[in-house]
């Protein structure tokens, strides 16, 4: 069955750095997402990206994130300077008609 | 923005009984999903189901659309099935994505 891959599993990462959550969806899927879930809580909608572009956004990504498809298989979040508030598990999925398909998620801990 | 509201937020069960986890959502919704979140943090899908009863194993789901809810039955509870469970809908127009309740965190005891 196909799967969507996330690496890193864990990264740690000091407050003001750069990170860069690495994605690989499915491949025929056409819609792409990251989801955000800070500790104990509710899985929440960060972005999703259609025909190589934003389609939408929340209001929790704003100028120190941003995604890019590089190369037409990897999707990448990038968070610019990294705050104590971004440690959370995030998730990568990609849609199709039979409903969403997660990653497994990186933890991402700012110290 | 549509409300996903779950219930029980908490449930404790010994092992091989039974148990039925609600979701009512505020709106019209073009699908909704069941998920589990195993104590790794992975969301494993259970149930992709817009309407009527899907059953796998001893799972199953039902969603009365009209109505705005859904049901995940679990039968024969076993303590594997512990951890949270996420209904989310999908929503409609825009971008498809999907809004998530806040979990029935399942503890099944042996």
């Known amino acids: 069955e196909p799967e969507v891959t996330q690496t890193p599993s864990h990264q740690v990462t000091q407050m003001g750095q750069e990170v860069i959550l690495r994605c690989v969806p499915i491949?025929?899927?056409?819609?792409f997402y990251w989801y955000r879930q800070i500790l104990g809580q509710k899985v929440e909608f960060l972005v999703s990206f259609y025909n190589n572009e934003i389609s939408e956004k929340s209001e929790i990504f704003d100028d120190q994130f941003s995604v890019e498809r590089p190369d037409g298989s990897n999707f990448t979040l990038k968070i610019r300077s990294t705050k104590l508030e971004d440690s959370a598990m995030y998730f990568c999925?990609?849609?199709?008609?039979?409903?969403?398909?997660f990653g497994s998620g990186t933890r991402l801990t700012v110290v | 923005g549509i409300q996903v509201e779950q219930s029980p937020p908490d449930l404790i069960l010994q092992e091989g009984a039974n148990s039925t986890l609600r979701c009512n959502f505020s709106?019209?919704?073009?699908?909704l999903q069941w998920f589990h979140q195993n104590p790794w943090g992975q969301l494993i899908n259970l149930f992709y189901i817009p309407s009527g009863t899907k059953q796998n194993g001893r799972l199953s789901a039902t969603t009365v659309a009209t109505e705005r809810y859904s049901l995940l039955y679990i039968s024969s509870s076993q303590t594997t099935d512990s951890g949270v469970y996420f209904c989310?809908?999908?929503?409609?127009?825009?971008?498809?994505?999907?809004?998530f309740g806040k979990g029935t965190k399942l503890t099944v005891n042996p």
């Open positions: 989310a809908a999908l929503t409609q127009g825009g971008s498809e994505k999907l809004v």
């Open positions: 709106d019209s919704v073009n699908n």
């Open positions: 491949s025929n899927h056409l819609y």
């Open positions: 999925a990609s849609l199709e008609i039979y409903g969403y398909t």
